[in-house]
T-cell receptor
Framework: GAGVSQSPRYKVAKRGQDVALRCDPI?????LFWYQQALGQGPEFLTY????????KSGLPSDRFFAERPEGSVSTLKIQRTQQEDSAVYLC??????????????FGPGTRLTVL | AQSVTQLGSHVSVSEGALVLLRCNYS??????LFWYVQYPNQGLQLLLK??????LVKGINGFEAEFKKSETSFHLTKPSAHMSDAAEYFC????????????????FGQGTELSVKP
């Protein structure tokens, strides 16, 4: 595709519900990142994939958060038993290379999650 | 550990005036530095990046930034603001040699909202 796409763009969940957020990276991009952006804050790193391998999940705030990228392309971020503090914009980014950090990360438009 | 501080959560300038958005970083290793712009309801777009070549970096839309190691700064400037520059701007840092399991994850500042008055 032309860029990184995310779906849904907006999600409203009742507290305690499970949600799944999808990211379609740019075709051929090896690296995929998830970030969480709370209102009025900068994005914060959640997790990183290199192809299908989840190499870093140090930013996941709790064991209610789970991410996967089973075929090395599309990724899903799942949040179980959502809480109000999970309300944020979830950003997905992809980059062409693996460990090279100077490669640009291309960001999707984000999914805005509101937990009531 | 790495961190980024953006001074001023909100900056307002008149159209045609100089834009200066401040960013200071902390890093125990040589960093790569980035500026991203975010328009409402859109993802982040890369403005420019410093990757240890020239210290003065030119980006898109007339923006530029200068890496000053002695001041641990990477301030963003534009000589003449345009109405279309109104947006949120984020400074970010990453390691030049990330650990194998990190892939160059970005550490962002809190952001600076730029308003441009006609």
């Amino acid at each position: 595709g032309a860029g990184v796409s995310q779906s849904p763009r907006y999600k409203v969940a009742k507290r305690g519900q499970d949600v799944a957020l999808r990211c379609d990276p740019i075709s051929g991009h090896v690296s995929l990142f998830w970030y969480q952006q709370a209102l009025g804050q900068g994005p914060e790193f959640l997790t990183y994939f290199q192809n299908e391998a989840q190499l870093d999940k140090s930013g996941l705030p709790s064991d209610r958060f789970f991410a996967e990228r089973p075929e090395g392309s599309v990724s899903t971020l799942k949040i179980q038993r959502t809480q109000q503090e999970d309300s944020a914009v979830y950003l997905c980014a992809s980059s062409l290379a693996g460990t090279s950090s100077y490669n640009e990360q291309f960001f999707g438009p984000g999914t805005r999650l509101t937990v009531l | 550990a790495q961190s980024v501080t953006q001074l001023g959560s909100h900056v307002s300038v008149s159209e045609g005036a100089l834009v200066l958005l401040r960013c200071n970083y902390s890093s125990s290793v040589p960093p790569y530095l980035f500026w991203y712009v975010q328009y409402p309801n859109q993802g982040l777009q890369l403005l420019l990046k410093y990757t240890s070549a020239a210290t003065l970096v030119k980006g898109i839309n007339g923006f530029e930034a200068e890496f000053k190691k002695s001041e641990t700064s990477f301030h963003l400037t534009k000589p003449s603001a345009h109405m279309s520059d109104a947006a949120e701007y984020f400074c970010a840092v990453t390691r030049t040699r990330p650990r194998a399991n990190q892939g160059g994850k970005l550490i962002f500042g809190q952001g600076t909202e730029l308003s441009v008055k006609p």
